[in-house]
């Protein structure tokens, strides 16, 4: 049977290159770069050039990059540990409703040890309000962290206006951002938006699973939250994950180079507006949820009256991979925190479904993919 893979938010299938790499790590370059020795210094050379490749990516120095397990790590190093580093300049901190599980849980842990939080709401295509964003900034406010694509919806949030309105109310208020959905697929440079921290995971590029880079600007302490051999100068200790920093590289190599003049993925665009196009011939009533100014690789979508857990199901049985709202926590029973914050109706949310794409789809798979939908959506009455 064939295999359409439409679920690429969730996870991106690893590039030939990225699994020969890390193979290759595993099999000869094994070293401890901690180690003093040639295996160690071979490790350690890997971790370097990865270092500096994500630096070049992101516009920043090598230094500022921290190597972790992945965006969930990232999200929460950034978070807490700036809470707790701070935490005698004040203790405000604020975010959104519609964030990512990891930095969600994060910010209701430390409203649990007494932390102020701040949930900024979001209006119907999950987009804070500006003014609610000022509003919410105090001189007790030690961090900001608003998510920049949203990963069940893909709206994306302006980062240059935010981290404006952040600075001007607020030049101590640090400001991070999980641009987990965005890295790879749009220009992401930190220093354009005043960004202090930011998150990227490497199973969303095309890259291993069990890798994240926190970037954290020259100058900011993080109070570490695993202590031990002092890797990543302390703030992440462990043994770096030398395989999956090795077939981070390649992963990396494989992206477009963004610029101002190009500042997203068009052939995502591209393969969206041709699965909307297709939508549209479908006999059956369909509603986007996404903006129309949203990620170009993120497609939310409502068949009312049907059950998207089933609709998946029978997709699978196609050979189409597509989720339910976030696949991060797709097996929870819990309707989307995401979709309820932005106030659709429960029976459009029970009949969502994330279609999300990588450049490595083609329109001929698109085309599959619509037929199966079409010939599925027949049998549900
Ligand atoms: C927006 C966002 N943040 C964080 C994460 C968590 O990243 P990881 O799976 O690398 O822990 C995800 C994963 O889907 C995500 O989409």
Redesign the pocket.
């Given at each position: 049977m064939r295999e359409i893979y439409l679920d690429n938010?969730?996870?991106t299938r690893p590039l030939p290159e990225v699994v020969e790499a890390m193979v290759q790590t595993l099999t000869d370059n094994y070293g401890n770069p901690s180690s003093l020795h040639n295996k160690g210094l071979k490790a350690e050379k890997i971790l370097k050039a990865a270092r500096r490749k994500i630096a070049e990516k992101l516009a920043v120095s090598p230094e500022e990059i921290i190597f972790t397990?992945?965006?969930?790590?990232?999200?929460n190093l950034a978070i807490k540990g700036i809470a707790y580093q701070y935490q005698n300049r004040g203790r405000h901190l604020v975010t959104t409703e519609v964030?990512?599980?990891?930095?969600l849980e994060s910010f209701l842990a430390l409203e649990e040890e007494g932390f102020e939080v701040t949930f900024l709401e979001a209006d119907r295509y999950g987009r804070i309000s500006l003014d609610d964003l000022r509003d919410s900034i105090t001189p007790e406010t030690i961090l900001a962290s608003i998510?920049h694509?949203?990963?069940e919806l893909g709206t994306i949030h302006p980062l240059a206006e935010i981290g404006t309105i952040i600075k001007e109310k607020n030049p101590n208020t640090f400001f991070h951002t999980?641009c987990?959905?965005s890295f790879g697929k749009m220009l992401v440079q930190p220093a354009r938006s005043m960004v202090d921290l930011l998150?990227i995971?490497?199973?969303?590029i095309h890259g291993p699973?069990?890798i994240?880079v926190l970037y954290k600007r020259k100058g900011i302490e993080l109070r570490a939250l695993q202590t031990g051999g002092g890797q990543e100068n302390g703030y992440r200790c462990g043994t770096e994950n030398i395989p999956g920093i090795a077939g981070l590289i390649p992963a990396l190599d494989a992206l477009p180079d963004y610029t101002e003049e190009n500042p997203y993925n068009q052939e995502l665009d591209r393969l969206k507006n041709h699965f909307i196009r297709g939508l549209e011939k479908i006999d059956r009533k369909v509603i986007i949820n996404s903006p129309e100014d949203g990620a170009p690789h993120i497609l939310n979508i409502s068949f009312p009256g049907i059950k998207g857990e089933v609709l998946i199901h029978s997709l699978e049985a196609e050979g189409v991979y597509v989720s339910t709202g976030?696949?991060?926590h797709s097996k929870s029973r819990e309707k989307s925190h995401v979709l309820r914050a932005i106030g659709l109706p429960m029976e459009q949310i029970d009949g969502t479904i994330r279609v999300s794409f990588s450049t490595y789809n083609t329109i001929e798979e698109l085309d599959y993919a619509l037929a199966s939908l079409a010939k599925q959506l027949k049998t549900f009455f």
């Amino acid at each position: 049977m064939r295999e359409i893979y439409l679920d690429n938010s969730a996870t991106t299938r690893p590039l030939p290159e990225v699994v020969e790499a890390m193979v290759q790590t595993l099999t000869d370059n094994y070293g401890n770069p901690s180690s003093l020795h040639n295996k160690g210094l071979k490790a350690e050379k890997i971790l370097k050039a990865a270092r500096r490749k994500i630096a070049e990516k992101l516009a920043v120095s090598p230094e500022e990059i921290i190597f972790t397990s992945g965006g969930t790590e990232s999200n929460n190093l950034a978070i807490k540990g700036i809470a707790y580093q701070y935490q005698n300049r004040g203790r405000h901190l604020v975010t959104t409703e519609v964030e990512h599980p990891s930095v969600l849980e994060s910010f209701l842990a430390l409203e649990e040890e007494g932390f102020e939080v701040t949930f900024l709401e979001a209006d119907r295509y999950g987009r804070i309000s500006l003014d609610d964003l000022r509003d919410s900034i105090t001189p007790e406010t030690i961090l900001a962290s608003i998510i920049h694509v949203n990963n069940e919806l893909g709206t994306i949030h302006p980062l240059a206006e935010i981290g404006t309105i952040i600075k001007e109310k607020n030049p101590n208020t640090f400001f991070h951002t999980d641009c987990i959905q965005s890295f790879g697929k749009m220009l992401v440079q930190p220093a354009r938006s005043m960004v202090d921290l930011l998150s990227i995971s490497g199973h969303k590029i095309h890259g291993p699973k069990g890798i994240g880079v926190l970037y954290k600007r020259k100058g900011i302490e993080l109070r570490a939250l695993q202590t031990g051999g002092g890797q990543e100068n302390g703030y992440r200790c462990g043994t770096e994950n030398i395989p999956g920093i090795a077939g981070l590289i390649p992963a990396l190599d494989a992206l477009p180079d963004y610029t101002e003049e190009n500042p997203y993925n068009q052939e995502l665009d591209r393969l969206k507006n041709h699965f909307i196009r297709g939508l549209e011939k479908i006999d059956r009533k369909v509603i986007i949820n996404s903006p129309e100014d949203g990620a170009p690789h993120i497609l939310n979508i409502s068949f009312p009256g049907i059950k998207g857990e089933v609709l998946i199901h029978s997709l699978e049985a196609e050979g189409v991979y597509v989720s339910t709202g976030s696949a991060c926590h797709s097996k929870s029973r819990e309707k989307s925190h995401v979709l309820r914050a932005i106030g659709l109706p429960m029976e459009q949310i029970d009949g969502t479904i994330r279609v999300s794409f990588s450049t490595y789809n083609t329109i001929e798979e698109l085309d599959y993919a619509l037929a199966s939908l079409a010939k599925q959506l027949k049998t549900f009455f």
